[in-house]
């Protein structure tokens, strides 16, 4: 691609580009991938002329582009229309639905495969681990504890670094952007979902602090993204039935059912995962896409049921009790009184604290880690090396620090615990005594949780341990996130979260009449609206887990404390995710100073326009010279009395007419019907990620003089905005109806027809502070009173 079409030169369009990553190691491709990697990361890229054009999809950095969510109204869609009957709109919604069905059924396979992994490989482990340790092989046991997490480790890098790249991390930011109008290429593709199940047991067997639930996230949104696709010409697996998914309206609808069924595939919390959908990655909710979701999220339920119940027969391996989540882990009955509102009040303000703490370090070291990755797939190699060794280490070495606790008499779990899980971890203690920090730290995430939401547990943890516990855990869930395998934050979150709860009860539950296992559980709740600063979601989420509903005020409490804190500090971790990586993400507001503008003042020129009837050499140099998506189509006399804008035609389109070679020899109105030359399968969107491209079709001299009708095949009714309307106003029509293009006409008509189009770049705060400098004082900010603290401290 010409270094031309990598800027801005003739209108505010997004271009399209090659959609594709560039791959270390190809001279030219990887020096600009550094160099758009250091720009994403001090923020010069964002006020460049290439912002929206380039973003990291994973650990790579990637071209990306919009997507398009309005609908084509031209002569070939419309005489489609026209020819569906009452069957083509019944077989329309029953596909709509059984979708759903196969979407929500399909995720809950996968989180039962991930969860059914992680209990076996881990479990595994560690029973290999504790039977060492319990015949005083120390060394022994910390050899096979190291190797199994470095093996595992370096798995799960290598097959994210060399065959996926866009399945490391938690994949969040990538379907929060996705579903903001934003595509990547590779992020839902079939590769993807197999490294993100295979690659998301090996890092969290592998006793990283990392999580299963942004992955399941990621998961649902690949499978609902691929079933969408209607199909597959490269496996001949097309279906006439399917072609009505051929379009990003339909595939966003069903990739907002696929993020839903991902968190109730990780929680079992079906209500869960329609409003973390609804609260934290969808940017467009109906009510209609509400009753999908619910009975995608529905499925999953059902069928994780039905798995679970096979396991109970017990041809499940080591899956057990810890691995589709925690219920009944609190007393039945909660009691709770006035004395006991300023513990809890006390403990969602530092949860607020420690969340928009969190947020902070995690920023500053994903970016450090993002300089070490731009280096090479070595250097992402031996940065999880680094960490899972670290990690390892201090896992094995920390409860040493621990003192040995007699075991509790007539309790109804063995104590000490001999295999994979349990409270009470002998390590290296004697016989009747148990290790309680090992006992946090030598268990799945999943039953470290369970341990700590336990109820009558008062007595069963050091304050020291616990200390050491929070403390390792705060810190290796931010190291942990960030390495090139796919990770989550969501688990670790809730677990860091129990612990501090715990500590929060130990020190302050004198003046409270609560259990310790009941602060964990608010722990976890304060934590996560610290950071995540979600608040119906989590409570849900919480509820779910613990099926308590007697929490509900407590909870609700801790979470509205807590967002409030910490939104005076930073932003959620998602949008510093999605920041971070360089997508652009529109908000749902305007800001102030967008108001002192108007469209006219951001829409730069010239402008490239084809006429109705065109010659084929000029649309095949405008498409090879430039990047652009879209291009007014303007009739000019003799077809028109004068310049008259006639719609808007897409460069996909442009791509299926060229390719068809469907020329007329003269520069006459054509007088064939399109609709019997062409069908919407023609002009179906392929694929998250794949494009054709103009360097792809050959054309002969001869054909280069012929001329292409548009008239046929140009959306006759875009969404136009006169020059003179604000910026704002434009904004919130942009993001609202999901546009990639509007147009915008001048106020008199002595003019040209169409002055510019505005694009999802011309919005960026960045693009348009860069245009109008003086506007930079007057940019309206949150009030955020430790921003500069936290700054100036670290």
């Not at 968190?263 to 919390?269: K, L, V």
């Not at 513990?343 to 994903?366: A, E, H, K, Q």
């Not at 470290?448 to 547990?457: D, F, K, P, Q």
């Not at 064939?672 to 491209?693: E, Q, Y």
Request: charged share 20%; aromatic share 10%.
């Amino acid at each position: 691609m010409s270094r031309r079409s990598l800027g801005k030169t003739t209108s505010g369009c997004i271009y399209t580009a090659d959609a594709a990553c560039e791959e270390d190691g190809e001279g030219d491709e990887e020096a600009e991938q550094r160099r758009n990697r250091r720009r994403l990361l001090n923020g010069s890229l964002r006020q460049s002329n290439v912002t929206s054009q380039v973003a990291l999809v994973g650990t790579d950095v990637c071209r990306i582009e919009s997507l398009d969510y309005e609908l084509i109204e031209n002569d070939v869609f419309k005489q489609d229309w026209r020819a569906r009957d009452r069957a083509h709109i019944l077989r329309y919604f029953a596909l709509k639905w059984a979708l759903c069905f196969l979407v929500g059924a399909l995720t809950a396979a996968a989180a039962f495969v991930a969860n059914l992994g992680v209990e076996n490989v881990a479990g595994a482990k560690f029973v290999v681990t504790s039977n060492l340790m319990l015949a005083r092989r120390f060394e022994s046991a910390f050899t096979v504890f190291l190797v199994s997490n470095f093996v595992l480790t370096m798995f799960a890098t290598v097959l994210t670094v060399y065959v996926s790249p866009a399945a490391a991390g938690s994949g969040i930011p990538e379907v929060k952007a996705y579903l903001n109008g934003v595509d990547a290429p590779n992020i839902f593709s079939l590769k993807t979902l197999v490294v993100k199940v295979v690659g998301c047991i090996a890092a969290v067997s592998a006793s990283l602090h990392v999580g299963k639930a942004g992955p399941l996230v990621h998961t649902g949104a690949c499978i609902a993204s691929i079933l969408g696709q209607g199909g597959s010409h490269k496996y001949h697996m097309t279906c006439k039935w399917l072609r009505y998914f051929k379009n990003d309206r339909d595939r966003r609808d069903l990739v907002t059912c696929g993020s839903g069924a991902g968190i109730a595939g990780a929680f079992r919390a079906p209500v869960a995962g329609v409003l973390f959908a609804l609260e934290t990655v969808s940017s467009r909710w109906r009510s209609a896409l509400l009753w999908r979701a619910f009975f995608t999220t529905a499925m999953v339920a059902v069928v994780l049921r039905a798995l679970i119940d096979i396991c109970k027969t017990g041809r499940c391996g080591l899956f057990g009790k810890g691995g589709l989540i925690m219920f009944d882990v609190t007393s039945g009955y909660i009691n709770y009184h006035v004395v006991d509102l300023p513990p809890v009040i006390t403990l969602g303000v530092l949860g607020g604290v420690l969340g928009s703490l969190y947020n902070f370090f995690l920023d500053r070291v994903l970016r450090f880690y993002n300089l070490i990755n731009e280096k090479g797939q070595t250097y992402k190699l031996l940065l999880a090396a680094t960490v899972t060794i670290c990690t390892s280490c201090c896992l094995f070495g920390l409860p040493w620090l621990a003192t040995c606790k007699p075991c509790p008499t007539g309790g109804e779990e063995a104590c000490p615990s001999i295999g994979r899980s349990g409270n009470f971890k002998k390590f290296q203690c004697a016989m009747n005594e148990y290790n309680d920090l090992a006992s946090l730290f030598f268990n799945t995430n999943d039953d470290t949780i369970r341990n700590l939401y336990s109820a009558g547990t008062d007595h069963e943890f050091h304050l020291s341990s616990i200390i050491l516990f929070f403390m390792a855990s705060y810190f290796l869930g931010i190291f942990s996130y960030g390495l090139a395998l796919p990770s989550g934050l969501f688990v670790p979150l809730i677990l860091t979260g129990a612990a501090y709860g715990r500590l929060v009860g130990m020190l302050i539950g004198s003046q409270s009449t609560l259990d310790h296992g009941l602060f964990a559980v608010l722990g976890s709740a304060a934590l996560l609206g610290g950071s995540m600063r979600m608040t119906v979601s989590v409570c849900v989420v919480i509820l779910e887990l613990t099926n308590n509903l007697l929490m509900l005020p407590l909870v609700m409490l801790v979470l509205i404390i807590s967002k409030t804190v910490a939104d005076a500090f930073n932003a959620n971790v998602y949008d510093l995710l999605v920041n971070l990586k360089g997508f652009p993400f529109l908000e749902g507001h305007a800001e102030p100073y967008m108001r002192q503008l108007s469209v006219s003042d951001v829409v730069t020129g010239p402008l490239q326009t084809f006429n109705g009837l065109e010659k084929v050499g000029r649309i095949v140099d405008v498409l090879k010279t430039t990047g652009h998506n879209g291009f007014p189509v303007v009739d000019e006399p003799p077809f028109s009395d004068i310049p008259l804008l006639y719609g808007l035609v897409l460069r996909a389109h442009l791509l299926v007419l060229l390719r068809k070679k469907d020329f007329i020899s003269s520069c006459t109105a054509s007088a064939l019907d399109a609709s019997k030359h062409f069908s919407p399968d023609d002009f179906a969107k392929r694929g998250s990620g794949k494009h054709d491209r103009i360097e792809d079709i050959e054309l002969t001299a001869d054909e280069m003089e012929m001329f292409v009708d548009l008239h046929p095949f140009t959306n006759t009714s875009p969404y136009t905005v006169v020059e003179t309307m604000s910026l704002a106003k434009a904004l919130i029509l942009f993001r609202e109806v999901g546009l990639r293009h509007l147009l915008v006409l001048p106020k008199s008509s002595k003019r040209a027809p169409v002055v510019g189009i505005l694009t999802r770049h011309d919005f960026m705060p960045e693009h348009v502070l860069g245009l109008h400098p003086y506007l930079i004082k007057s940019r309206w900010k949150k009030v955020r009173f430790g921003k500069s603290a936290f700054t100036n401290f670290f």
